[in-house]
């Protein structure tokens, strides 16, 4: 009996273990964007997290459009509880870094882009790309 109760404690112990990381790995990946097309200037400017398990724990897919074409690039993602960073490789944007914090509906956080640095909010949901 006593072996039954301790491969029952095991079990639990695994499930409810899984299930914390799960909800976990759920508050962090996701969309989030700030990505907006301004008709009158003709120009897609903003930026977008696509943020998903992988490269170690997590990566993210960094678009950025500043008026022009959209670049985008895949990176790991660091995190450490809530927060996360990234910094971008390519040579056109190098020296561009995000710090922030993930939030049930939003990331907060500062954009040093080209050493200038931003505060910027991405609001979790659809891409810019996705159609309704």
């Known amino acids: 009996m006593h072996k039954i109760t301790n491969y029952i404690f095991i079990l639990f112990f695994i499930f409810f273990s899984t299930e914390i990381t799960a909800s976990e790995m759920s508050d962090k990946r996701g ?14 400017v903003g930026e977008e997290l696509f943020i998903f398990p992988g490269c170690g724990d997590y990566c993210v897919l960094f678009q950025i459009a500043t008026g022009g074409f959209p670049y985008a690039e895949l990176l790991p993602l660091k995190v450490d509880g809530n927060k996360i960073s990234f910094s971008l490789s390519d040579n056109r944007y190098k020296g561009t870094s995000f710090s922030g914090e993930v939030m049930k509906d939003k990331i907060k956080g500062s954009l040093n882009f080209n050493g200038v640095e931003n505060k910027v909010t991405y609001t979790r949901g659809k891409s810019y790309w996705q159609f309704e």
Do not use: K, N
Request: glycine letters at 8%.
């Open 31 to 44: 969309i989030f964007s700030s990505m907006q097309y301004y008709e009158e200037a003709g120009d897609l």
